[in-house]
């Protein structure tokens, strides 16, 4: 089973949900040789709902993921801190709708919820913690508690970061923090676009249908995490193109007002 931990299915936070933009995402995600994503949009992403609302119109929710057309799609969000930092989290539909709920408050910087509130809330669920890019430059997460951060189930070794920064470099910071913590490392891509999908997955052991079957492979460590030979030119050109489509959502938009 290859899933990747860390994808967006909208092109941006203040872009609307687009049915079509969607279908080609999942379409190429297969086509990259991913069997299951963990769909961690942002949790003050424009009209999160709206995405759950499509997604239970037009497939099945089996177990704790909806199927599309054969791809495993595990419900998530990406939340902002107040300390500085994202989390991403993982469930069960139901739960993570709680948890988006949960935080209605804390949508806006100035308002995001304390880390330490936010690790009590999602342990109140079965859900997957996540420390998303933990030494990006703009959101690091590095300087938290220890205590707080062990209280994680995984970091996450991020597609861009590994662009930006460079793979060995990257690799070399987070690989001794991660280990210092006894918190595991897992891959992902951190999508916005398609072209990005497969620059890092993660390689399951076992066939996960649930939560707690993701979950117990990180644990117990029976994954491995691939990182493509291609994962430069996946994510420059993933960015370039996500750049060139707003910018024509942007005129279109413009055109119409």
Sequence with gaps: MYI???????????TNFMPDYFAEMMREAKESGLTAIAMTEHFNTLRYTEIYDYLDAHYSYEKDYYNI???????GLEVDVKEIGHILIIGKRDDILSIHYALENHMEDGSFIAFNE??????????????AHPFRKSTPL???DPEQ???????????????????????EKIKPFAKNLGVPI????????????????????????????????????????????????????????????????????????
């Design 142 to 144: 590095y300087q938290h």
């Design 118 to 131: 936010l690790l009590n809330l999602a342990e109140g669920y079965d859900v997957i913690k996540i420390g």
């Design 149 to 171: 951060l062990k209280r994680l189930d995984a970091f996450d070794l991020n597609g861009k970061d590994l662009y930006s920064q460079g793979e060995e470099q990257y690799i």
């Design 186 to 257: 897992v891959g992902g891509s951190d999508t916005h676009q398609f072209l990005q999908y497969g620059c890092i997955m993660n390689k399951l052991k076992l066939e996960c249908h649930t939560i707690r079957d993701l979950k117990s492979c990180i644990i117990q460590g029976k994954y491995t995490v691939e990182i493509s030979p291609s994962l430069p030119i996946k994510v420059k050109s993933a960015k370039l193109a996500k750049k060139l489509m707003k910018q024509m959502i942007e005129l279109k938009a413009n055109v119409f007002s």
């Design 4 to 14: 990747d931990f860390h994808t967006h299915v909208k092109l941006s936070k203040k």
């Design 69 to 75: 057309d054969g791809l495993k799609l595990f419900p």
